[in-house]
């Protein structure tokens, strides 16, 4: 969708290394998300932003962390990859148009060897 | 935590048969939103509910909330090969900032 995007869209990477992943909105909006999305367990949340320097946990925080300087950029840390973080993760934002629902990027897979 | 169950979690159905995909949360809901993944692509919003027993259509897809606020129900009428992908709503809680929390979701596979 316009206004999201993610990068990159696809990474393999070792167990143990640190790992960062981009979303970047065009939007201006105030209110940031990152999900993660594996089989038989839906999307999960790891992460919001509701401002510059604002963020908290979700769900799944355990092993990332998240760091937002500029309105623009939401970043997602792995600090030491594991094999259980092979999933694909999808950044969100409130829908720019409407405020109503989210628009998602379009997703990083990310596979931890 | 709230909890947002969906069920089933597969339904294989033919071309032209009706689906339906169901929703419940442990808690009362602010509201329920439903997206549709395509397999390989990213979660599409399609609609938002908020009112008490709310009903919307959108051409073939019927969604219900209930009175409680606690359940949801997609129906796709007749359904055909554009309908494949996966189904899931999603609970806000009304507490502001703090996101979604999606069901697992409904596959739905269309056999010709």
């Known amino acids: 969708d316009a206004g999201i995007t993610q990068s990159p869209r696809h990474k393999v990477t070792e167990t143990g290394t640190p790992v960062t992943l981009r979303c970047h909105q065009t939007e201006n909006h105030r209110y940031m998300y990152w999900y993660r999305q594996d089989p038989g367990h839906g999307l999960r949340l790891i992460h919001y932003?509701?401002?510059?320097?604002?963020?908290d946990k979700g769900e799944v925080s355990d092993g990332y962390s998240v760091s937002r300087s500029k309105t623009e950029d939401f970043l997602l840390t792995l600090e030491s990859a594991t094999s259980s973080q092979t999933s694909v993760y999808f950044c969100a934002i409130k829908n720019p148009s409407s405020g109503i629902g989210y628009t998602f990027g379009s997703g990083t897979r990310l596979t931890v060897v | 935590g709230q909890q947002v169950m969906q069920i089933p979690q597969y339904q294989h159905v033919q071309e032209g048969e009706d689906f339906t995909t169901y929703c419940n949360s442990s808690t009362t809901l602010s509201n329920i939103q439903w997206y549709k993944q395509r397999p390989g692509g990213h979660p599409v919003f399609l609609i938002q509910l908020v009112k008490s027993g709310e009903v919307k259509k959108q051409k073939r897809l019927t969604f219900q909330f209930g009175e409680a606020k606690k359940n949801s129900s997609l129906h796709i009428t007749a359904t055909q090969t554009t309908d494949v992908g996966t189904y899931f709503c999603?609970?806000?809680?009304?507490?502001?900032?703090?996101?979604?929390?999606f069901g697992k979701g409904t596959h739905l596979i269309i056999q010709p």
């Open positions: 932003s509701y401002g510059v320097k604002d963020t």
């Open positions: 999603a609970g806000d809680s009304g507490g502001g900032a703090d996101g979604l929390t």
